[in-house]
């Protein structure tokens, strides 16, 4: 069975200084890994995605995030946050050998950047 | 292109009441999904559906049936409402086409309460 577990209920960090959002996974196939973030009272936006290939991916915002096979990992990460970075990220896996399309989604971590 | 829209934004509902959630896309998007989002919990799958009238459950599904009788839409009934239906709940489409890994576009979500 699919399941990913973010480790961290929130995450505070000052403006400026490098940030990580941690995420751990399990899947039975290939995994295809997502970050999401959601803004008070919107709906979840995507920022990235790994599929193959390259470990690190670069996404939207200056977001980037870091495939790690051997450790089950994702986590996201920006060189230096912002302000308004400050928000409810969610990582998702689907199993890549299926065709259902199914993400499941870790309980999600609060990032609060302050001034 | 209005991506996934859903209707209403807002419901309360007594216990034993009926209502449908709408959920509509105009991307031509195989996959749909409908989510729920509780505090502390993240986003739980509720069903899916990978295309017209194929339909499917996901972690959570009782309590709520859907259709899908068209490309465009898939609306989400709940038969008897119940005070733990109390959430945020999300639509989502995605491409599927098989192993492709493509990521969810959301909806704003509907809040519902339940007294």
């Known amino acids: 069975a699919q399941s990913v577990a973010q480790p961290e209920d929130q995450v505070n960090v000052a403006e400026g200084n490098p940030l990580t959002v941690k995420c751990t996974y399990s899947?039975?196939?290939?995994?295809?890994l997502f970050w999401y973030v959601q803004y008070p009272n919107r709906g979840l936006q995507f920022l990235l995605k790994?599929?193959?290939?390259?470990?690190l991916v670069k996404g939207s915002y200056g977001f980037e995030a870091e495939f790690n096979k051997s450790q089950t990992s994702f986590h996201l990460k920006k060189p230096s946050a912002l302000v308004s970075d400050s928000a409810l990220y969610f990582c998702?896996?689907?199993?890549?050998?299926?065709?259902?399309?199914?993400?499941?989604f870790g309980q999600g971590t609060t990032l609060q950047v302050k001034p | 292109n209005a991506g996934v829209t859903q209707t209403p934004k807002f419901q309360v509902l007594k216990t034993g009441q009926s209502m449908t959630l709408q959920c509509a896309q105009d991307?031509?998007?195989?996959?749909m999904s409908w989510y729920r989002q509780d505090p502390g919990m993240g986003l739980r799958l509720i069903h899916y559906s990978v295309g017209a009238g194929i339909t499917d459950q996901g972690e959570v599904p009782n309590g709520y049936n859907v259709s899908r009788s068209t490309t465009e839409d898939f609306p989400l009934r709940l038969l008897s409402a119940a005070p733990s239906q109390t959430s945020v709940y999300f639509c989502?489409?995605?491409?599927?086409?098989?192993?492709?890994?493509?990521?969810?576009?959301f909806g704003p979500g509907t809040r519902l309460t339940v007294t």
């Open positions: 989502a489409s995605s491409y599927s086409k098989g192993t492709g890994a493509y990521e969810q576009y």
């Open positions: 998702a896996v689907r199993d890549g050998s299926s065709n259902t399309g199914k993400l499941i």
């Open positions: 991307m031509n998007h195989e996959y």
């Open positions: 899947v039975s196939g290939n995994p295809y």
């Open positions: 790994y599929i193959t290939g390259d470990n």
